[in-house]
């Protein structure tokens, strides 16, 4: 059975930090292109992060603008794990967070273009 389950969600307060992990089951997550996703609420899910497969591809990675330079998208493929750092946090990056995989190596960072995800954690960033 495939799944993915997210954990690392919790409440921080404005310019702390919190390390999101992702563990993937029923699949080998190295083969394929794997994404960090969020929604808040009355909003539309986006991407934040996307990652190529290291093993079929070239691990590249995408940022949206807004957590450029906060945010770190990794994999650790022998743990079958993903991970989104995120430093500086700020009150708009409060949202229901998504691990996902995409059955290909690479893709594009879109959500139509992913097909299996995680059921999400929270992350609250208020003082």
């Known amino acids: 059975q495939v799944q993915l389950v997210e954990s690392g969600g919790d409440l921080v307060q404005p310019g702390g930090s919190l390390r999101l992990s992702c563990a993937a089951s029923?699949?080998?997550?190295?083969?394929?292109?794997v994404g960090w996703f969020r929604q808040a609420p009355g909003k539309e899910r986006e991407a934040v992060s996307c990652?190529?497969?290291?093993?079929?591809?070239?691990?590249?990675?995408y940022y949206i603008d807004p957590v450029k330079g906060r945010f770190t998208i990794s994999r650790d493929d022998d743990k079958n794990m993903m991970y989104l750092q995120m430093n500086n946090l700020k009150p708009e990056d409060t949202a229901v967070y998504y691990c996902a995989a995409a059955w290909t190596p690479e893709t594009q960072c879109l959500t139509s273009y992913f097909g299996s995800w995680g059921q999400g954690t929270q992350v609250t960033v208020s003082s």
């Open positions: 990652m190529s497969s290291i093993t079929n591809s070239d691990g590249n990675t």
């Open positions: 029923g699949f080998s997550l190295d083969f394929y292109a």
